[in-house]
């Protein structure tokens, strides 16, 4: 069974930086594409960044330069390193998995930047 755990969410200042983490068992995350999306209430899903099985990776123009999406195919966990966040990155953010046409999910962590 595919689990995704997402950690690493909270409250922060305009400016600050979190660490977020997922940490995955029942699959081989460096055979996977794996991704962060995040979710505000009302709008859809959107991909923030992902990085591919052979290390190429792809962020969303709203986050490049400030975000970095890394991954230890040893401990099976990504990461999601956020900086200079902003009060339009609040959102629910997401751990996704995709191997062919199969997605598997977390349940999401919670980001709120106050201005």
């Known amino acids: 069974q595919v689990q995704l755990v997402e950690s690493g969410g909270g409250l922060v200042q305009t400016g600050g930086s979190l660490r977020l983490s997922c940490a995955a068992s029942?699959?081989?995350?460096?055979?996977?594409?794996m991704g962060w999306y995040r979710q505000t209430p009302g709008q859809q899903r959107e991909l923030v960044a992902a990085v591919a099985p052979g290390g190429t990776t792809y962020y969303a123009n709203s986050v490049k330069g400030r975000f970095t999406i890394s991954r230890d195919n040893a401990r099976n966990t990504v990461w999601l390193q956020m900086n200079s966040l902003k009060p339009e990155d609040t959102a629910v953010y997401y751990c996704?998995?995709?191997?062919?046409?199969?997605?598997?999910w977390g349940k999401g962590t919670l980001v709120t930047v106050s201005s």
């Open positions: 996704n998995s995709k191997g062919g046409p199969v997605y598997d």
């Open positions: 029942g699959i081989t995350i460096s055979l996977r594409i």
